[in-house]
């Protein structure tokens, strides 16, 4: 069974990147209604970003297709692993990591995919409730061959530290094999260095920078980690309340690169006929773009840029990609549209960032309708851990011990 990324069609894909639209109400020169389940879809075959004839609470589209292709008959050697710091129809951690996000893999043809989203309670194991439609979200997915997916999960293990709540490891798999470690939260510590950038490729053969922190990093993020890793300033876009004692300031004056916070998002400039706009109060995205001639750089990650979120796990996808930079680009404002619920004053925060210093750096690794999934248990599942299955499930059969 070959796993990858689907695209809208349910056809194989390199990767893809979805923006969901939160829900709004029409206002008059200023936007579009929308449900909170419209997005707008790009992935690695498209020319120009699209909006989708389909919504996120259907049986149609990239995410249901992908998900379900793993989720909906399940081979012996078909795994997955399920993250999220709050998890669908139960607790919130605040102290693993801010993580969102999916592994899905198949041993037998060494191929799996990675999705990492913004989306609370998502994927959901059962039909008790829904992800909230409120806020705008982000997903990533890109195709991975087993061996970088067991990288991954290393790296997650000391680094993102997610909060798994539902897995299917194939039985074949060794008890040292990191998926296996992962879903049994074997190895949960804080590597001393407090961050790793693992380099890799896609299937496809893009290049991709996984940039991961954890709680020992206790710097920001975005200003003191991805700047430095793909140097380049950037504007960021996540979940950010309060004020200076909330979100990181100035830390060095006299630094290289600067951190923007995006604080009003409008799609109207992309040309799909759709006038979809909101302030940031309404966004709970994880993204960010490089400045202008500085190599067209996208992040797409789960954590946001917040002094509390020092304390947290998390990662962001850091990729080159001159199309999907430019829709990004036309996207994000920092003077907010009069009538807005944000002052002029709110509208642009224009930070310096620090360099990393020298010594600093000798700390750093260098290379380092809706939808639902209920839960069956399957039997090439381990150690009795449920797995989920589309649409109505099958009857539940005794998985392995």
Known sequence: MILSPLDESGKPTDWWFMYKAPKLNAAAGLTDASTGFEYVYFDSKATAVTRSPYTLDSDNGALFHTLDSVFGNPQANTGWILYNDEIPNGATSLTLGH???VIGFDAASNTAFWLVHSWPKFPLPDDSAQPSPMYGQTYLCVALDLDQARQLATQMHHYQQPQVYQS?????????????????????????AGSNVLELKSIGGMPLKV?????????????????????????????????????????????QFTVADIKYITLENLGLGTRWAWPEAKDHAKWAISDANQGNWVCVGDINRMISQRKRGGCTIAFQHDVLWSMLSKTDKFVVPAGSNLTPAEAKTKVRVSRIKAEKDADLPKNPRRRKWDLAETPAADHAAPAPTHRAPAKPKTSHS
């Not at 798999?173 to 990191?178: H, I, K, M, R, S």
């Not at 950010?240 to 979100?247: D, L, M, N, Q, S």
């Open 99 to 101: 993580s969102k996000g």
């Open 211 to 255: 940039i991961a922190k954890n709680a020992a990093w206790n710097d920001d993020f975005w200003n003191d980690l991805v700047v430095d890793a793909i140097k380049a300033s950037i504007d960021v876009d996540t979940w950010i309340r309060g004020g200076p004692k909330v979100i990181p300031g100035t830390t060095d004056p006299s630094g």
């Open 168 to 192: 299917r490891i194939p039985t074949s798999f060794a008890t040292d094999d990191p998926l296996f470690l992962l879903k049994h939260d074997v190895i949960r510590d804080n590597d001393p």
